[in-house]
C-alpha cells in the first residue's frame, strides 16, 4: 500500500531568524565558490556552501532546479537531517520558493519498500526551516502546500512505479486508485474482463491473457470542470513485465 507518510517527506518550518541549533546545517548560495561542499565551524555546526555557478552565468529555471536539487543531496551524503535557507535573498527569490520546495522532496525521494535499512540509519533530511523577512507568511504557507501537494504526488506515483510486479498487480493497482481517490471530488470506475468483453474492448483482453492476474480497465473522472470541454488522458499501465 502506497501512504502519504513516508521517510522522503520532509518538515517545513518557516521561522524569523536562522535556527542557532549546531544540528542545523545552514545553506550558503555562492558564486564564489566552483564545487559544492560541507564546511564544518569551530562550534561543530556544519554549512552547506552550493555553487551556483560563474557570476555572469544566467539563471534558468532548470538551472534552479538542479541546485535546489543538490542541496538535499549534498545534505543527504553528508549524513545532515535538519536544513536551514534563507529565502529572502536575491538568489533564492530567483530560484523561486515552490520550485525550490518541490525539488527538495523529489530529490529527498527514494523507493526504500524492498530494502534492508542500513545500519547507520537512513540518510533523508527530515526537517528544512525557512528564513523569511517576511511577516505575512500566508503567501509562504501557500507555497509550502502547493509544493507538498504536488511533490507528494510524484513520489507516490513514483513508489507506484516503482513496485515489482507481484506487488503491484492490476488489481492492487485499481485499489489503490480508488484508496487515493477517496477524499477527493473524483469518480473512479474499476472495469473487469466481463464489463470489458461486452464493451468490445477484445485487444485489452487479449493483452491480459499474458499474465496469471486478469486485467483491469480503470477511469478516473474530474467534474468539477463545469460546463467547459473535458480533457481526456489516456494512459497503459503493463504491470506484469
Not at 562550534?43 to 534552479?64: Q, V, Y
Not at 545534505?75 to 535538519?82: N, T, W
Not at 504536488?150 to 480508488?178: G, K, L, Q
Not at 483482453?205 to 473535458?230: C, I, Q, W
Request: aromatic residues 4%; hydrophobic residues 40%; glycine residues 6%.
Amino acid at each position: 500500500m502506497i501512504t502519504k507518510h513516508q521517510p522522503w517527506n520532509i518538515a517545513f518550518t518557516v521561522v524569523d531568524q536562522l535556527p542557532q541549533d549546531t544540528s542545523v546545517a545552514i545553506i550558503e548560495l555562492s558564486k564564489d565558490v566552483n564545487r559544492d561542499k560541507v564546511h564544518t565551524l569551530h562550534d561543530g555546526s556544519e554549512k552547506i556552501i552550493i555553487s551556483l555557478g560563474k557570476p555572469d552565468d544566467l539563471m534558468t529555471a532548470r538551472k534552479g532546479r538542479l541546485i535546489a536539487r543538490r542541496i538535499i543531496s549534498t545534505a543527504r551524503k553528508a549524513g545532515i537531517k535538519r536544513i536551514a535557507l534563507d529565502i529572502s535573498t536575491d538568489d533564492a527569490l530567483r530560484l523561486g520558493l515552490e520550485e525550490i520546495l518541490i525539488e527538495f522532496l523529489m530529490a529527498n525521494y527514494e523507493h526504500i519498500a524492498h530494502k534492508t535499512p542500513p545500519k547507520e540509519g537512513l540518510d533523508f533530511v527530515e526537517e528544512v526551516f525557512l528564513y523569511s523577512k517576511e511577516k505575512n507568511t500566508d503567501n509562504l504557507a501557500q507555497a509550502i502546500a502547493r509544493a507538498e501537494q504536488i511533490a507528494t504526488s510524484v513520489n507516490m506515483a513514483r513508489d507506484i512505479s516503482n513496485a515489482p510486479a507481484n506487488h503491484m498487480t492490476p488489481e492492487i493497482f485499481c485499489n489503490e486508485a480508488v484508496r487515493l481517490a477517496e477524499d477527493l471530488p473524483v469518480k473512479v470506475t474499476v472495469l473487469g474482463v466481463h464489463e470489458m468483453e461486452e464493451l468490445g474492448m477484445g485487444c485489452v483482453v487479449a493483452v491480459g491473457k499474458g499474465s496469471a492476474h486478469k486485467p483491469r480497465f480503470l477511469v478516473m473522472e474530474y467534474t468539477a470542470g463545469g460546463n467547459d470541454k473535458p480533457i481526456v488522458l489516456i494512459g497503459k499501465g503493463v504491470v506484469f513485465d
